[in-house]
């Protein structure tokens, strides 16, 4: 990836072997409504630094690829929601037309692999929609991610999709997938998913090891790292089960599909659950920057 311009203190952490986290834009744009949105980018931040790494927020502002958004950028995506949600495939179009565009996970993990980032954090992964044998409906997150080397912290994948077949397809595309202090595969506003992993680590430490090994042996797919929400700040399962039901009615009355799939059912999902979704939304990112950062820390201090 060429001319991705980094913040200055995400430029000097790289340059020194610094620990550094990349954050994505999505979330902001279109995961979460304004202005907690801003709130939310800001205490990300905030969350990587007061555990020893440097953030690096992603997005694309005036046709240039950002690396460590300034207030103003911040300001930008938050408000964004005319703000394009793009992938990888959308770069040449948007830097070209000179747009500002929010990142996903799977172009936030290639713009941060470029740039010589080992760690992200984001909420949830995309993956396999629930009725993708007939949709085709299957995040570029998973074949980014089989391609990309770079660690993703994630609680899991968004319960909106199939949760089974999107792990199935992890597999195919040998994207390494390791539970976080749990041997069950999380359910993004819920501890658990009810599917069991075969990898569980138990520190910072330990992963910071294992990524210093998948480099070793040049493995050009991401690893996963799964970090479940705390079960005293998961979204209670009949609550999410009857509002993931009527959601994924709304959605197919509305005719959304595609793109705005996931945007509209995080929506439904806090504005019937009253904000609270919202609230586990934000833990679980928070949650996940922090562990982000702790790894990145170890991974710079062990090296
Ligand atoms: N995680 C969240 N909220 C989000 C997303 C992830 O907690 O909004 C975004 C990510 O950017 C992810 C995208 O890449 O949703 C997946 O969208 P799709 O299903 O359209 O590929
Ligand atoms: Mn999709």
New binding site residues.
């Given amino acids: 990836m060429v001319h991705a311009k980094l913040a200055p203190a995400v430029a000097d952490a790289l340059n020194s072997g610094g620990a550094v986290v990349a954050l994505e834009s999505t979330l902001i744009a279109h995961g979460l409504p304004y202005p907690d949105n801003l709130q939310v980018a800001k205490q990300l931040e905030s969350d990587v630094e007061n555990n020893g790494a440097v953030p690096a927020t992603i997005a694309i502002i005036d046709g240039e690829i950002k690396v460590g958004l300034n207030e103003s950028d911040l300001e930008k995506i938050a408000q964004g929601a005319e703000i394009r949600k793009i992938g990888p495939r959308d770069l040449p179009a948007v830097i070209s037309k000179k747009e500002s565009a929010a990142t996903t996970v799977a172009s936030t993990s290639a713009i941060a692999h470029s740039v010589g980032i080992k760690l992200f954090a984001t909420g949830g992964l ?1 993956g396999v ?1 629930r009725d993708a044998n007939l949709s085709f ?4 997150d998973l074949t980014t991610l089989a391609q990309t080397p770079i660690a993703v912290v994630a609680a899991g994948v968004k319960s909106i999709l199939d949760v089974l077949a999107t792990l199935e397809r992890l597999e195919t595309l040998g994207v390494l997938v390791i539970g976080y202090q749990t041997n069950v595969f999380p359910g993004f506003y819920q501890t658990e998913s009810g599917i069991d992993l075969e990898w569980r680590f138990d520190s910072a430490a330990e992963i910071a090891n294992l990524i210093k090994t998948h480099s070793s042996l040049s493995t050009q797919s991401a690893i996963v790292i799964a970090n479940p929400v705390a079960k005293e700040l998961e979204l209670p399962k009949k609550l999410h089960d009857d509002v993931l039901a009527t959601g994924m009615a709304a959605a197919k009355k509305a005719g959304i599909t ?2 705005a ?2 945007p509209f059912l995080l929506e439904f999902f806090h504005r019937e659950t009253k904000g609270e979704s919202l609230r586990v939304n934000i833990d679980v990112v928070r949650g996940n920057a922090s562990l982000a950062a702790k790894i990145a820390a170890e991974l710079s201090s062990s090296r």
């Fill in positions: 995309g929609h409906d299957e995040s570029a595609g793109k799939a996931t």
